[in-house]
């Protein structure tokens, strides 16, 4: 099976387009002399690129945060929250309210000015417009009440209720809070920043090309860190072919790599970056939602009617079914080159997490079971699915992955309709819910505590429907409400056991990410546990 899987994923990567595409120019001819100065990174699929909190996907971050600085840095070796723009951020009136105080002196590019409190402000109350669709516009809407600034370094936040998770929408990863310039907004409108956003970061954005590249310069004597290149380039090329290809001829220096190109980076004499059992990987289970939404599907097997306690039974061993169908270990050897595996979780919950328990295991291979619970469940005929083969953020291999699943499914009698769909479109879509049941793979970010994922991705009014939307609303609005520690950890570990034996999602495991470096890159302090890197100034 392993083998089979691997050939398939060769070919649909276009192995035989890489001795084709090994002499394509990659970066313009006219800037070679300075290629000294000049790091390259070829990204698979970036989202909108839409560079504001209020419009992000996630997905834009890897090619739009060099632009930026965060309130609050991570530590890059333990993930704790240190010193950003914000160099405090306190709370107060029983965490009803959170005070941030502003690094004095940084300055906008392109002399729009001194980083002040109404910029931040500005920025955090983009997510009240009603079609702002940000990965936090939910939080903001529902919690925020107002923002006072009492001086131009001070901005303090007021909520209608006490709210711990604070700091971390403001934090490197996986915050979205980046400052904008009001001023610079303000004069130019929204499209044109856009397209040429204005931040505080180590690198100014110089020019682009949608869909296809974007430049930029180092700012000298950064307050932060001072990037070791004087240029950086971004380029979007969709085939990994053609990103090894560009890394052989010296054309690239970082890109991410996986299955038989990973072995082919190695054995080209290019240095493997590794960020170990950083996303969790899944199939996105759509039509799990509220009556509401546009997606809402009763009558989908692995859904349910949640009036009928039956269906809901039925529903519950068609999803089982589905997980046991696939070969996940063929994906782990096959695709995944064995960086990764089955290292036990429950959704959003990663090792590092208080209450993680190592019982969560991945449910065995086993197609035979799978084929009895459909007919138990009065599917022994199958039905039909449809599936999104695209590139995610952090599942960059998800065309991939997702044709395994597909051809695991296919073998108990599932149905497989594939319709491929681009990131940029099919990311709102998903918030949406307007993908029309449409299945897809899913890479998982960590968050400080599991329960902050689930608000994102499970609760009604959370930003993205990942996994299920609306059943279990009261208990993470109860472990958000419990300021009590280890009383968290506790209902945390409960709702995770529940999700868990929900089978939601169909488990694959979780995946180290991979890069393949070149020569002139001496170093990478990447942040741990984190899938999609945008730290491009601590490149040596």
Not at 117 to 141: H, I
Not at 153 to 174: A, D, E, G, N
Request: aromatic share 12%.
């Amino acid at each position: 099976m392993a083998g089979s899987i691997d050939r398939r994923a060769f070919l649909r990567l276009g192995g035989t387009a890489a001795a084709a595409l090994t002499g394509a120019t990659l970066i313009g001819t006219n800037r070679a002399a300075a290629a000294g100065d000049r790091l390259v990174v070829a990204v698979g699929q970036w989202g909108t690129e839409t560079p504001f909190a209020w419009r992000s996907v996630q997905a834009e971050k890897p090619l739009w945060d060099c632009v930026y600085d965060p309130l609050i840095v991570r530590d890059v070796k333990t993930w704790e929250y240190r010193p950003g723009l914000a160099t405090t951020f306190q709370p107060s009136n029983e965490m009803r309210t959170w005070t941030f105080t502003l690094r004095p002196g940084v300055k906008f590019h392109e002399n729009w000015g001194e980083l002040t409190a109404e910029d931040v402000k500005f920025t955090v109350e983009q997510s009240f417009k009603p079609d702002a669709l940000g990965g936090s516009a939910y939080f903001f809407r529902n919690h925020l009440d107002r923002i006072e600034t009492p001086d131009k370094h001070t901005v303090v936040m007021h909520f209608k209720s006490r709210q711990w998770i604070v700091p971390s929408l403001f934090t490197q990863y996986v915050g979205y809070q980046n400052a904008i310039s009001k001023k610079y907004m303000e004069s130019v409108g929204e499209q044109k920043a856009a397209a040429h956003p204005i931040g505080t970061g180590p690198w100014r954005h110089v020019e682009g090309k949608q869909g296809d590249y974007h430049r930029f310069e180092a700012i000298p004597n950064h307050w932060r860190k001072t990037p070791a290149f004087k240029e950086l380039i971004i380029r979007r090329i969709p085939e990994p072919a053609t990103r090894l290809a560009g890394l052989r001829a010296g054309e690239i220096d970082i890109a991410q790599v996986f299955g038989d190109f990973l072995e082919q980076a190695q054995k080209a004499g290019l240095h493997i970056h590794e960020s170990a059992n950083a996303a969790q990987y899944w199939v996105i289970l759509t039509g799990q939602t509220t009556p509401n939404r546009e997606d809402y599907c009763p009558a989908c097997p692995w859904v349910g009617d949640p009036n009928d306690q039956k269906s809901l039974e039925n529903a519950r061993k068609v999803r089982l079914a589905l997980n046991l169908a696939v070969n996940k270990k063929a994906i782990h050897s096959g695709l995944w080159r064995g960086r990764g595996g089955e290292t036990p979780y429950s959704y959003y919950y990663y090792p590092f997490n208080k209450g993680y328990s190592t019982d969560w295991k991945l449910p065995p291979y086993d197609p035979e079971r799978a084929k009895k619970l459909l007919a138990e469940a009065g599917h022994a005929g199958g039905f039909e699915v449809r599936v999104n083969p695209y590139v995610q953020l952090v599942a960059q291999d998800g065309p991939d992955i997702m044709e395994a699943v597909a051809l695991d499914w296919e073998k108990i009698g599932i149905k497989v309709k594939r319709v491929p769909e681009a990131a940029s479109s099919f990311g709102p879509k998903s918030r949406l819910r307007k993908t029309n049941k449409t299945f897809s793979v899913y890479g998982s970010p960590p968050y400080d505590e599991p329960v902050a994922g689930w608000e994102r991705v499970i609760h009604s009014k959370g930003a993205f429907n990942l996994l299920l939307d609306g059943a279990y609303d009261e208990e993470i609005d109860a472990t958000m409400r419990e300021f009590d520690a280890d009383k968290r950890v506790k209902m945390s570990r409960e709702l995770g056991q529940r999700l868990y034996d929900g089978y939601h999602g169909v488990m694959l495991g979780m995946k180290s990410i991979t890069w393949a470096v070149s020569k002139r890159v001496g170093g990478w302090q990447t942040l741990a546990y984190v899938p999609a890197e945008t730290n491009y100034e601590y490149v040596s």
